[in-house]
């Protein structure tokens, strides 16, 4: 069974910093990996998508990695502000009946 | 360009009552997805249908269910509601069922009271 996690549950931060979120998956055989961000009370924003054959996806601050051998996935975000504050969520998709499985997420806070 | 609509926003039912909830993909997507979030089980994945089929499953009771349309609009209901039910229920859609980026909507906020 597909497991997913992410590391840490929570990440506080001053403005400025890099920082590093962490997806990890028990299967490795997955079509792509997607990260989303979530802010309280909406929907999901896509941030990146990398598909299976992917090392690694950049849209503006941040960058995406896969290794899928590893099960691991990591999400960096270079220069963080405040506006980055959000929950932080990897996808996994799959071929089987629960076709994306989500991690938990992570917490993020940006201080100013 | 516009995104996935889902409505309406906010309901309030009572146990028993059933509910139908609306999402509207982005034109020209063919599939759509349908997900639970609460803060205990995080996001769980409802069902995903594609071209007015459903495509795949999630591991939910027979209370729930679904369909879409041939304009790809789908509808979501939930019949014998029960306080669990209360979620955030959020609908994705993307080109096709496979290694294509989602799309969310703001989801519908049901509570059940």
């Known amino acids: 069974k597909q497991e997913v996690t992410q590391i840490p549950a929570a990440l506080s931060v001053p403005e400025g910093e890099n920082l590093v979120l962490n997806c990890s998956f028990t299967?490795?055989?997955?079509?792509?990996l997607q990260w989303f961000r979530q802010d309280p009370g909406k929907g999901l924003t896509s941030l990146l998508l990398?598909?299976?054959?992917?090392r690694e996806q950049t849209s503006g601050r941040l960058n995406a990695s896969l290794d899928k051998s590893s099960g691991r996935s990591t999400l960096y975000i270079a220069a963080s502000q405040p506006g980055d504050s959000a929950t932080y969520l990897c996808a996994v998709g799959r071929a089987s009946y629960d076709k994306v499985i989500f991690g938990p997420g992570t917490s993020l806070s940006v201080i100013p | 360009k516009a995104g996935v609509t889902q409505t309406p926003r906010y309901l309030i039912k009572t146990r028993g009552q059933q509910v139908t909830l609306s999402c509207s993909p982005i034109?020209?997507?063919?599939?759509v997805s349908w997900y639970q979030q609460t803060p205990g089980q995080g996001l769980q994945f409802l069902f995903e249908?594609?071209?007015?089929?459903?495509?795949n499953k999630g591991n939910f009771p027979g209370r729930f269910s679904g369909r879409q349309f041939s304009n790809s609009r789908s509808e979501m209901n939930v019949s014998t509601l029960e306080l669990g039910d209360s979620a955030l229920y959020l609908c994705?859609?993307?080109?096709?069922?496979?290694?294509?980026?989602?799309?969310f909507g703001q989801g519908t906020r049901l509570t059940v009271v």
């Open positions: 249908y594609f071209s007015e089929t459903q495509r």
């Open positions: 994705a859609s993307s080109h096709d069922t496979m290694n294509t980026e989602a799309f």
């Open positions: 034109s020209g997507h063919r599939s």
């Open positions: 990398i598909q299976s054959s992917q």
């Open positions: 299967d490795s055989a997955i079509y792509n």
